[in-house]
């Protein structure tokens, strides 16, 4: 938690610069480095970011949940917006989750979408969630009320992770099964590095997105309130 | 890999770098904003006092 | 406790109001029933006997929804909500209320659908019993809480069920696990943390839902 606040002091231009660098970084030991997979070949190495995306989407909801949190019991007055724009940025992951996810199951399986996937989807039954939030927020004027019911929602999403990926797991046994399993690969060496560099550059680069918009709306809501002061 | 598709992936390394410049430059752009709404903001409180009508109450 | 005399008596207002007015209740039996005739012609001839488990859950969802609707719509329109949120009592009271009264009415619909359904498709398990129970439980408590942020919001009946879907997934789930699958145990233990999981989450935020 430390290192987050001590983040949001870094200047957002430096920011941006340092996740541009470690991404290309990233790439380049994905694509140049790494070795092949023994098994799946060149279309494994989709895994290294489709993983990190993946996890950083789930971090982005789980950082809105805890803006939200502060919101309801501390009434921190900037954690509403904190906590809109993060889950914003964890949609957008989780959109990149469901979009490589289905390239890879086109690639590996010849599908397009696969139910026998559980992480695709638990990620579907979130960007479902997700979506109604935004229609929640934007069904209600701005004010204390939309940032409340925000807030409640975003908690009930975090709730719903783990919860929808149990029902998941257990209605394997009796929707159609399938046995396509997105296993990573054993991890040792340079697929281990490759991994941990990739999925510090996504969320890295996922924090200079969320201070990018977060400042985009600020400025806008300062400017708003000097043209009307 | 071979050598066509070594080229293939620097092709899309180059588009995604140049996303991620593209992100730099609205960074730089965001930063000069800030500085300005702050100054703004630090010149219109005192041009607010004086336009603010006074009533008597009572 | 005064806590539980308050559920008490609010959960009373809201099933007196529904006996007076008789509105609600008959439309849900009435659409569940229609439902029902709608699946015998969805289902393709030689459709299994799973397939008309796995709609008898999509049956009790959507009637649920339509109750669900029209829960806090009297308390909109007669602004009785700012009234009990004005009132000395803890304002989890005003959401469990509700959901024991939207219960009720679930399952009054339910001792009637149940049968019907049996009589339509095919008999009824005593593990489908229990999950319809442990189901309604997790549907009206959640239900009734986003039904309660709906009503707030402009776009109103076209928001509940968008918000209530993706949580009635899992129930879903738990239910028909529980009608199809050989040992239900599981699915039915799953139920049961559901409820308790979001059923406590309900009750602690449900006051912020209401004031400001």
């Known amino acids: ?229 | 890999m071979t050598t066509a598709e070594k080229y293939v992936t620097a092709a899309y390394c180059v588009v995604f770098a140049g996303v991620l410049v593209y992100v730099v430059l609205i960074a730089l752009k965001l930063q000069r904003l800030e500085r300005e709404v702050d100054e703004l903001e630090r010149r219109e409180p005192k041009a607010a006092e004086d336009e603010r009508e006074t009533i008597e109450v009572g | 406790m005064t806590y539980f005399a308050d559920v008490g008596a609010l959960a009373r207002k809201d099933l007196l109001l529904e006996l007076r007015a008789r509105d609600t209740l008959p439309a849900m039996l009435l659409f569940v029933v229609a439902t029902f005739v709608v699946f015998h012609f969805s289902l393709p001839a030689h459709s299994s006997q799973l397939a008309a488990s796995g709609l008898l859950w999509v049956a009790i969802l959507f009637t649920a929804l339509l109750g669900l609707g029209r829960a806090f719509v009297p308390e909109r329109e007669q602004r009785v909500l700012d009234g009990l949120v004005l009132a000395p009592c803890d304002r989890s009271a005003i959401w469990l209320a509700k959901s024991i009264a939207t219960l009720a009415f679930l399952g009054a619909a339910e001792l009637v659908a149940l049968p019907v359904f049996a009589l339509f498709f095919h008999g009824l398990s005593g593990a489908t019993i229990a999950g319809v129970v442990l189901a309604d439980i997790g549907i009206c408590a959640v239900g009734t809480f986003l039904g309660a942020m709906a009503v707030a919001t402009r776009a109103r009946d076209l928001l509940l069920p968008l918000l209530f879907l993706p949580l009635a997934i899992p129930i879903v789930v738990g239910g028909v696990g529980a009608s199809v699958v050989g040992s239900p145990g599981r699915y039915l233990a799953f139920l049961a943390l559901y409820d308790v999981l979001f059923g406590l989450l309900c009750w602690a935020t449900f006051e912020y839902v209401v004031t400001e």
Not at chain 1, 203 to 214: D, K, M, P, S
């Open chain 1, 1 to 229: 938690m430390r290192l987050v606040s001590r983040l949001s002091r870094v200047p957002l231009p430096a920011l941006a610069v340092v996740s541009l660098v470690l991404m290309m970084v990233a790439l380049t030991l994905v694509f140049y480095v790494a070795p092949n997979d023994a098994n799946q070949g060149f279309s494994q190495r989709i895994f290294y970011f489709h993983v990190s995306i993946a996890f950083t989407a789930y971090a982005c909801f789980a950082a809105g949940a805890w803006k939200a949190l502060l919101h309801l019991w501390k009434r921190d007055p900037r954690a509403d917006l904190e906590s809109y724009v993060a889950v914003h940025q964890g949609v957008i992951f989780g959109t990149l989750v469901l979009l490589t996810g289905s390239i890879w199951a086109k690639i590996s399986w010849g599908h397009w979408w696969l139910w026998g996937e559980d992480e695709l989807v638990l990620f579907l039954v979130l960007f479902l969630f997700y979506c109604a939030y935004f229609m929640l927020r934007f069904s209600v004027d701005p004010g204390p009320q939309r940032a409340n019911f925000s807030a409640v929602y975003a908690l009930f999403g975090v709730v719903l992770i783990p919860v929808s990926f149990l029902a998941i797991r257990i209605a394997k046994s009796f929707v159609h099964p399938e046995v396509f399993t997105l296993h990573g690969p054993n991890f040792g060496g340079w697929i281990l590095v490759t991994y941990c560099v990739a999925q510090a550059a996504l969320l890295l680069l996922a924090h200079t997105l969320y201070r990018v918009e977060l400042t985009g709306k600020r400025l806008d809501a300062r400017l708003r309130e000097l043209r009307f002061a």
